[in-house]
């Protein structure tokens, strides 16, 4: 340990630039990460990040709807998240007389505040490490499946022993590849409401040409507020519940900050895949990634068309099409990385070095070659799988609704009317929002292409007859326009009210009607097919790469000793840290860190889809009506860089100084190194935080909602002053 500390410190010192590769458990901090974060600059401890004795910074660290990271940002459960992941929320109370997307939203009382039904706020409790109980009786010889059920029944052992509150719930997850498994306790809050969204003007500046892109300047951050039972305990909606209390709340630091400060990044992280073989990175470049992306390209550009054309298809199509374009985005990124960073080289040499060290007669001998035939085996069904997915489950919407009838189907096969009422609840619960944001007219388009697409991609083996050109009367490359046009006039669930009729009939006649619909019977029939052909296969050889990876992990933790291993992502609370840092994208350009409201004013373009500013924002920029948000040169911030290691999930994150307290919002990550999350580059992954003071500019300047500000605590740690409500949390 010591003398990897100094070897720690030489890096640093040598490099001049500290590598903030990692996500780390907050609970290992101590032991693993204390020393060099100090060595950065931090001035608080490991046991003030996470306790589970006394508050600590972790108690104001939220899960916020499983898929984004928040932070409590008062003593009156105010919690700070981002515009993109408050979005499905904004958009939801959105109509075009009342776009709250367009104009913004900010609530002038508690009793404003507008409710969200099934948007949950996840505290973390406690972490234990249950990997020696997990992995009892588990042996080298195991088959993959021997291995899981041997895990799955240890972990059923250890579950039976927590003694849950009824709002708490336990969730265990493997880390390093299923080498550790950690049990976290968590309490889960359902009644979190909206409080206040920047219009999209600010929220969502620049869109989608700016998107994974710095230079930046989006406010992307919106508010919420955690309401609990009179006891403060988790509670579902009801309009007697009261502001939640929190253990703690992040302050707000006024001081903002500068090049090369210290900052943590504290939140969710969802997936990433670090230690993968060469063959598999390989794999996501040439074949997944490009599948991928063609798919999204297409299914897009149709929907984009509709979008400009009419402000209601805007709004429908708001949510679904950024979620679409941003991975579609971040995969042609991360390619271009990946390459541009030589990775598969990179991992090549890593494998030869990893094979060198092993000792003659190593059970490891084998591991990678094996790796790589399971890769090659594997390529076509994960080929077909990719386009099967992005095209019937994520692009195109008809047939995932299909996939609820079908399921409701199968259930009134099995049990009878009971199965059937069970699963019709959910369909006629997902019924309106479903309708909501769905024009048949787009949807039909984007089949039409996209089976077009399919069938000229993939293997013949992966078509099913009934969708084979010779079969449907369709010529050699002709497209599948017409005969999905056919589909969908003849289709049932093309209009709401139809569908609602269906679903209102007899079990009997409703499971007759559906099975005679003619999307329905397509989507249907190309599911089993997927089901057998594709996803049969597919995942045989997948859980053998799973069992070699796991072993593969293993190897690389004990074959380079010397090395400080963090798990993958995996939706669990992480710290990852690093410095305020611009970087060199490429020969000769280098970017410096912030950017300021300057910058906005220059990407202007009035009437823009993307690059609009309202009136508001212009004013308070010609007067220069900063308050106390400018920094010292008189400018004010919006964006800046840092070298955090951060991931989908860590959207909403804090930027946390060195004193523990707010410093920006984490939001995204820069185009060039979006390959971050399989390949790790120091020089050019970075992370891009909303400075706070851009956010409290916004909620007080723009859209003056002081009382908001005023139930904040800021501070000015690097004036060593207090807040004007004078609760410095600040240490030093
Ligand atoms: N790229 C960021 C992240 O992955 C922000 C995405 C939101 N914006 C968008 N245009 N979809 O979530
Ligand atoms: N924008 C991402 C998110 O929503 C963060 C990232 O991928 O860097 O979580």
Redesign the pocket.
């Given at each position: 340990m010591r003398g990897f500390v100094v070897l720690i410190m030489l890096i640093i010192s040598s490099s001049g630039l500290f590598a903030g590769e990692g996500m780390w458990l907050p609970q290992l901090l101590r032991l693993l990460n204390e020393k060099e974060m100090k060595s950065m600059g931090m001035k608080i401890s490991a046991e003030d990040i996470y306790s589970i004795n006394k508050g600590s910074l972790k108690d104001a660290i939220v899960h916020f709807g499983g898929f984004?990271t928040s932070e409590v940002i008062s003593s009156n459960g105010l919690l700070l998240t981002?515009h993109?992941?408050g979005y499905d929320a904004i958009q939801s109370h959105s109509t075009v007389e009342n776009n709250l997307i367009r104009n913004g939203f900010w609530a002038g009382s508690y009793r404003e505040e507008l409710s969200n039904p099934g948007l949950t706020a996840t505290f973390i409790d406690r972490i234990d490490d249950v990997t020696t109980r997990a992995l009892t009786g588990v042996t080298a010889v195991m088959s993959a499946s021997e291995r899981q059920s041997a895990i799955d029944k240890n972990l059923a052992e250890v579950r039976k022993e927590y003694r849950l509150e009824s709002y708490q719930e336990l969730i265990i997850r493997p880390f390093f590849d299923g080498n550790q498994y950690f049990a976290f306790v968590t309490t889960v809050y359902r009644d979190v409401r909206l409080v206040g969204a920047p219009p999209e003007s600010i929220g969502k500046f620049g869109a989608d040409t700016d998107n994974w892109v710095w230079p930046r300047h989006t406010g992307d951050f919106s508010l919420f507020r955690i309401y609990a039972g009179k006891d403060n305990k988790p509670a579902d909606y009801s309009p007697d519940n009261v502001p939640y209390k929190p253990k703690h709340h992040l302050p707000v630091s006024m001081d903002g900050i500068s090049e090369g400060d210290f900052t943590m990044v504290f939140g969710f992280p969802g997936r990433t895949t670090q230690y993968l073989p060469a063959s598999a990175v390989r794999q996501v470049v040439n074949t997944l990634n490009p599948a991928r992306i063609s798919v999204r390209d297409a299914a897009l550009k149709i929907t984009d068309q509709y979008m400009r054309k009419d402000e209601a298809t805007k709004i429908k199509y708001a949510a679904k099409y950024a979620s679409i374009a941003n991975y579609w985005k971040k995969w042609i990124g991360e390619s271009q990385g990946l390459k541009q960073s030589d990775a598969v080289n990179k991992k090549l040499e890593y494998e030869a070095a990893f094979t060198k060290r092993l000792p003659s007669g190593s059970p490891y001998a084998g591991l990678l070659p094996e790796l790589d035939r399971l890769y090659s085996a594997i390529e076509p069904y994960a080929l077909a799988r990719e386009y099967y997915t992005e095209i019937a489950l994520r692009n195109v919407d008809l047939p995932s609704l299909m996939g609820g009838l079908k399921r409701m189907i199968s259930a009134y096969e099995k049990n009878g009317e009971a199965g059937y009422k069970e699963q019709l609840a959910r369909v006629q619960n997902f019924i309106p929002e479903f309708y909501k944001d769905f024009d048949s007219n787009i949807d039909q388009e984007k089949l039409g292409t996209l089976l077009t697409m399919y069938a000229d991609k993939l293997d013949k083996k992966f078509v099913p007859d009934f969708l084979q050109r010779e079969n449907l009367g369709i010529a050699e490359g002709e497209s599948y326009d017409k005969m999905v046009a056919d589909l969908y006039t003849l289709s049932s669930f093309t209009s709401e009210k139809e569908a609602t009729g269906i679903l209102s009939l007899s079990p009997e006649k409703a499971v007759q009607a559906i099975k005679s619909d003619p999307v329905y019977a397509m989507s249907s029939a190309w599911a089993d097919f997927y089901a057998n052909q594709i996803s049969a296969p597919y995942n045989e050889i997948k859980k053998e790469i799973d069992l070699k990876q796991a072993i593969y992990t293993g190897a690389q933790m004990e074959v380079f000793k010397e090395k400080r291993f963090y798990p993958d992502a995996n939706s669990t609370l992480r710290v990852t840290y690093g410095q305020v840092n611009g970087y060199k994208p490429r020969d000769a350009v280098a970017y410096s860190p912030v950017t300021y409201l300057d910058g906005i004013i220059q990407k202007y373009v009035p009437g823009d889809y993307e690059f609009d500013l309202q009136p508001r924002m212009l004013e308070l920029y010609k007067n220069k009506d900063y308050g106390p948000y400018a920094d010292k040169t008189g400018k004010l911030p919006v964006c800046f860089l840092g070298s955090n290691h951060?991931?989908?999930?860590?959207?909403g994150s804090p930027a946390i100084d060195a004193h523990g307290n707010l410093i920006g919002l984490n939001?995204?990550?820069v185009w060039e190194g979006t390959m971050s999350d399989i390949y790790y580059d120091k020089d050019i992954c970075r992370?891009i935080m909303v400075d706070a003071r851009y956010i409290l500019w916004v909620i007080d300047k723009y859209a003056g909602a002081k009382h908001l500000i005023k139930e904040m605590t800021l501070v000015h740690p690097k004036k060593g002053k207090t807040s004007k409500t004078g609760k410095s949390k600040a240490k030093s």
């Open positions: 984004c981002n993109h992941c951060t991931t989908g999930g860590n959207s939001f995204d990550r992370n």
